[in-house]
């Protein structure tokens, strides 16, 4: 004998879920929610804070070459006795 009998259970600790068998052989779960469980606090991320400006451009000076500058003697070090 064939039985049509659904077997539906909620879910008391995450709402929108629920399984559904039928005769102990097939069952199913589904989940239409939104995530949080029940009595959960509800997620309210803050605001990121403001983009700060540009800052203000420093005046361009010249690139310095070894053409124009004078490459300087090393120091030479003496030691004493």
């Known amino acids: 004998m064939q039985t049509y ?4 259970i909620r879910s008391l600790r995450w709402p929108g879920a629920v399984t559904i068998a039928q005769s ?3 069952f199913t779960s ?3 929610g939104n995530g949080l469980k029940k009595g959960q606090v509800c997620f309210h991320p803050e605001l990121p804070p403001e983009v700060m400006r ?3 451009d420093l005046e361009e000076q010249p690139e310095p ?4 500058e004078p490459i300087p003697e ?3 070090v ?3 006795e």
């Open 5 to 8: 009998c659904h077997h539906v």
């Open 24 to 26: 102990g052989r097939k």
């Open 30 to 32: 589904v989940y239409i």
């Open 54 to 56: 540009d800052p203000v």
């Open 65 to 68: 070459t070894p053409l124009e």
């Open 74 to 76: 090393p120091e030479v």
């Open 78 to 80: 003496e030691e004493e």
